[in-house]
């Protein structure tokens, strides 16, 4: 079974640019399955961390646990609050490896206005940009969490759209058909609402139109109360309430593909970590997320736990 220290035991206590941060060492009843063969990190030191919410806490564990396999002693500090935390902390070396997106990097951290509409040359432009910080971009996941829009299985045995090119149709035929269920930053945003509208020709009437909070989102569209509703691509409420997601059949909205973001230094010194990560990295996708996001989401299930039954599943690790 896997072993888990308390965070009390062994705690370790860093300061850096993010501010005052800690972290636990990761102990895992792990070893090589088909990656870390001869165990290629043995006595290495690494520190993996993560965003707070679901996907990046398994993500980040998932990351993790592969480097344990591999030999490496790893500090977890995974769950860092806010997008910029872990991000810095990969950049000014606190922290050395991280899975993060794409879109996020692009437009977030690196300052640029415009998505890229091809995911490959998204991450070819964000792996160049980023070279000069010092941060090391593997190649990207087809694990892609950007917007889209959501309906029940009820409303598409009604209207049999797939794409948003046909809701944009269905509005224009029957603009009572169309009602939306939306964030109010989605509802504002030039990559949200007005943007789509505008790329798919589709004019929604305000009355049409509800802002709420992205939980309650879910559960509306779920009951049909809007016929569509504003989701993120790799939910696990998606899969659990059996929801069909409209294709973005013209790649409108960015594209925010994860993958793993390493410290230039560390990869330097352990370039090994790349062929350790690329076999996990090409299995990540979106029914994937929205599989595991739903064990901790709506199952309840640890998200550490979570990570490491996949990667035994995959054969990637094998557990003593």
Not at 27 to 37: A, E, L, Y
């Given at each position: 079974m896997r072993r888990r220290w308390p965070l009390s035991a062994g705690l370790l206590v860093l300061v850096s640019a993010c501010g005052l941060t800690s972290g636990?060492?990761?102990?895992?009843?792990?070893?090589?399955?088909?990656?870390?063969?001869?165990?290629?990190l043995r006595g290495v030191d690494l520190t993996v961390t993560s965003k707070e919410f679901t996907e990046q806490l398994i993500l980040g564990a998932i990351m993790g646990i592969a480097f344990e396999a591999a030999g490496a002693e790893v500090l977890d500090r995974t769950g860092i609050q806010g997008s910029i935390g872990s991000r810095e902390a990969v950049k000014n070396g606190d922290a050395d490896?991280?899975?993060?997106?794409?879109?996020?990097a692009w437009i977030t951290y690196l300052g640029n206005s415009d998505p890229i509409g091809d995911p490959q040359k998204q991450w070819e432009?964000?792996?160049?940009?980023?070279?000069?910080?010092?941060?090391?971009?593997?190649?990207?996941?087809?694990?892609?969490n950007t917007y889209a829009l959501a309906m029940n299985q009820k409303n598409f045995e009604k209207y049999r759209t797939?794409?948003?090119?046909?809701?944009?149709?269905?509005?224009?035929?029957?603009?009572?058909?169309?009602?939306?269920?939306?964030?109010?930053?989605?509802a504002n945003r030039a990559d949200g609402l007005p943007g789509m509208e505008k790329a798919y020709g589709m004019s929604v009437p305000a009355g049409n139109i509800t802002q709420m909070d992205t939980g309650i989102i879910y559960t509306q569209v779920a009951k049909g109360s809007c016929t569509?509703?504003?989701?993120?691509?790799?939910?696990?409420?998606?899969?659990?309430?059996?929801?069909?997601?409209?294709?973005?059949?013209?790649?409108?909205?960015?594209?925010?593909?994860?993958?793993?973001?390493?410290?230039?230094?560390?990869?330097?010194?352990?370039p090994e970590i790349a062929g350790i990560l690329d076999p996990i990295t090409k299995k990540l996708n979106n029914d994937m997320a929205r599989t595991l996001n739903a064990k901790v989401d709506v199952d309840g299930q640890d998200p550490h736990q979570v990570a490491?039954?996949?990667?035994?599943?995959?054969?990637?690790?094998?557990?003593?």
């Open positions: 636990s060492p990761m102990v895992d009843d792990v070893r090589p399955g088909s990656i870390g063969q001869g165990e290629p490896a991280a899975y993060e997106y794409t879109g996020t432009a964000v792996r160049s940009a980023d070279a000069k910080n010092g941060v090391t971009w593997l190649p990207p996941s087809a694990l892609d797939t794409t948003l090119s046909q809701v944009a149709a269905l509005s224009k035929k029957d603009a009572k058909a169309v009602t939306l269920c939306v964030e109010s930053e989605f569509y509703g504003e989701v993120f691509t790799t939910d696990g409420r998606i899969k659990s309430m059996n929801l069909v997601v409209m294709k973005d059949d013209k790649g409108f909205f960015p594209h925010y593909n994860a993958a793993p973001m390493i410290n230039t230094k560390t990869l330097d010194k352990h490491l039954d996949w990667l035994v599943q995959e054969g990637f690790v094998k557990e003593d």
